[in-house]
């Protein structure tokens, strides 16, 4: 879907990009062609798309052999699709309060996440797509520093944790502010995550939060409610400090304490 297509959708339907929703939509072929690809899509999966806007990917999407699922909160964006799209199921919800949407049957997620609210639809994908493997996401290039960042780092925190344990994270490509209608100050990425077999489940990562909870406060301060026994015996068997926070911790630290603890 080109620039001149999403124009014309634009004002033959009377759609203007809502900045509430963060609309930027994608209007790429190239891009469009290279998130496809990432996704590994394969006859008969079940795909879920979340926030698809005014269909640049569900256009492509619709001719394939797939189960497709859109997840659009704007009305305006639900009419259009479904008058467009009318074989494909769109889901009318803010996909964050969405649930029984089937969750544990999608292959494939592909979402074009709008800043604000980046981290909780990851979370919440990394949580119920228990058995997806395959996730792309579109972000914005400076929030690649809080997904692929190191530990003692500022940026680092449970999103940086999870998505490292989540399973190997390849960013497929860079896409510039001219690939989108309207067109943002910002550059963005794609990323895509092949997923582990040992992903996290859903309490280990409620427990990475929990870890987290407070950053200034060390990890037993964090965790208070644990078996305290534990918790010391393992500090003091991986770190010379029991005044250790969370921030100090690698990824597979955390899997292996919430193992230590259980």
Same mark, same amino acid.
């Given at each position: 879907?080109?620039?001149?297509k999403v ?7 009377? +759609? =203007? ?8 939509? #994608? ?12 996704? $590994?899509? @394969?006859?008969?999966?079940? %795909? =879920?798309?979340? $926030?698809? $806007? ?8 619709? $001719? ?11 009305? &305006?964006?639900?009419?259009? =699709? ?20 089937? /969750?544990?049957?999608?292959?494939? %997620? +592909? ?6 609210? !980046? ?12 058995? /997806?493997?395959?996730?792309?996401? !579109?972000?914005?290039?400076?929030? #690649?520093? &809080? ?20 399973? /190997? ?5 860079? %896409? ?19 997923c582990s ?11 990475? @939060?929990k870890c987290? !909870?407070?950053? &200034?406060?060390? *990890?037993?301060?964090? *965790? ?5 026994? @534990? #918790? ?12 250790? &926070?969370?921030?100090? #911790? ?5 899997? /292996? ?6």
């Amino acid at each position: 879907m080109n620039r001149e297509k999403v124009l014309q959708i634009i004002k033959e339907n009377n +759609i =203007l990009p809502e900045a509430g929703f963060g609309q930027n939509f #994608l209007c790429d072929d190239q891009i469009i062609e290279g998130i496809i690809e990432a996704a $590994g899509i @394969k006859p008969g999966d079940t %795909v =879920l798309e979340i $926030g698809p $806007g005014i269909g640049a990917l569900t256009e492509k999407l619709s $001719g394939m052999d797939i189960d497709l699922k859109c997840v659009e909160i704007d009305k &305006r964006l639900v009419s259009y =699709l479904r008058s467009t799209y009318p074989d494909i199921e769109i889901i009318d919800s803010d996909f964050l309060k969405l649930k029984d949407y089937g /969750a544990e049957k999608v292959d494939v %997620v +592909i979402s074009n996440l709008p800043y604000y609210i !980046m981290t909780d639809i990851m979370m919440k994908v990394f949580e119920e797509a228990v058995n /997806a493997r395959t996730i792309v996401f !579109m972000v914005e290039e400076a929030a #690649l520093d &809080r997904i692929l960042c190191e530990s003692s780092t500022k940026s680092y925190g449970p999103l940086a944790v999870v998505s490292e344990l989540y399973g /190997a994270i390849q960013v497929v490509s860079k %896409v510039p502010g001219t690939s989108f209608v309207p067109q943002p100050r910002t550059t963005s990425a794609v990323i895509s995550f092949r997923c582990s077999d040992n992903r996290p489940d859903k309490e280990l990562i409620a427990f990475i @939060k929990k870890c987290f !909870m407070q950053r &200034r406060k060390t *990890l037993a301060n964090n *965790l208070k409610g644990c078996d305290k026994e @534990k #918790l010391d015996n393992w500090v003091k068997e991986n770190f010379i400090t029991e005044s250790i &926070r969370a921030e100090a #911790l690698e990824p597979c630290d955390f899997r /292996a304490l919430y193992n230590a603890l259980k």
